[in-house]
C-alpha cells in the first residue's frame, strides 16, 4: 500500500514578516517541503489576507447563519481541505492575538465545525483533523503553566479543538523570545526537524 499525502493549511498570525514568528513560519515550511508524504500546503495571513475578526450581527446578518456566510467560504473550504492545521502566533497577554480570535469566532461556527445535540458536548464536524500550535513569548516558558494555569493550553486544546471534534493537538510553545539567551534558532531548528521527519501517521496524529 502506498503512503498517503496529507494536506496542511497554515494559519499565520503576526503583522510583522520581520518577526521571529515569521522566521517559524519558514522553518516550517523547510521542513514541510523535504518531507515526502505532505503533498500540498496552504498559507493564510490573516493580516496580509486583512481578514475581517470583528463579528457584526443584526436584522439581516445573524449568527445562526454564520455557517454558510458566503464572504468566509473561501476560508471554510480551506479547512474542510485539511487533514493538518498549523497555528502559528505570538502569545499576547496570555492568549492568541485579537486577529486568531476572530478568525476562530467566525470559522469554528455551529454549523459548519459542530452541531448541537441537546448533550453537554456538541457533535465535532471537524473529526479526523489534527492541529500543531506554534506559539512565542516574551515571557518564560514556565510563566503559563504556574501564573495563569496554564490557560492558553486550556483554551486551545479544550474549549476550541475538542469542541469541535479534532483530538490531536501538539503545542510548541516557547519563551524567553526576546532574550539574547532565549536559544531562538534551537527552537527554529526544532520545528524545522519535527515537519521535516513526521510520518504519515504522526502527521494526522
Given at each position: 500500500m502506498g503512503c498517503l499525502t496529507v494536506n496542511v493549511l497554515i494559519v499565520f498570525t503576526h503583522p510583522n514578516h520581520q518577526s521571529l514568528s515569521y522566521t517559524f513560519l519558514q522553518g516550517v515550511l523547510r521542513g514541510c517541503e523535504e518531507n515526502h508524504v505532505i503533498e500540498n500546503v496552504q498559507i493564510l495571513d490573516l493580516y496580509d489576507e486583512k481578514f475581517?475578526?470583528?463579528?457584526?450581527?443584526?436584522?439581516?446578518?445573524?449568527r445562526r447563519d454564520m455557517y454558510k456566510d458566503p464572504e468566509l467560504e473561501k476560508y471554510r473550504n480551506q479547512l474542510s481541505w485539511a487533514d493538518k492545521i498549523i497555528f502559528i502566533y505570538p502569545i499576547w497577554w496570555g492568549r492568541p492575538p485579537a486577529m486568531l480570535m476572530g478568525y476562530?469566532?467566525?470559522?469554528f461556527a455551529s454549523g459548519f465545525a459542530y452541531k448541537d445535540n441537546g448533550k453537554l458536548l456538541p457533535d465535532g464536524l471537524l473529526k479526523g483533523k489534527s492541529v500543531v500550535c506554534i506559539?512565542?513569548?516574551?515571557?518564560?516558558?514556565?510563566?503559563?503553566?504556574?501564573?495563569l494555569n496554564n490557560a492558553h493550553k486550556v483554551l486551545m486544546r479544550k474549549a476550541l479543538f475538542q469542541y469541535v471534534g479534532i483530538k490531536k493537538v501538539k503545542f510548541f510553545e516557547f519563551g524567553n523570545?526576546?532574550?539574547?539567551?532565549?536559544?531562538?534558532?534551537?527552537?527554529?531548528?526544532?520545528?524545522?526537524?519535527?515537519?521535516?521527519?513526521?510520518?504519515n501517521y504522526n502527521l494526522t496524529s
Open positions: 475581517n475578526p470583528v463579528l457584526e450581527f443584526g436584522e439581516k446578518k445573524k476562530i469566532d467566525k470559522m506559539s512565542v513569548m516574551k515571557g518564560p516558558t514556565f510563566y503559563p503553566m504556574f501564573w523570545m526576546e532574550s539574547s539567551k532565549g536559544k531562538q534558532q534551537k527552537k527554529i531548528k526544532k520545528v524545522y526537524k519535527y515537519f521535516q521527519k513526521i510520518n
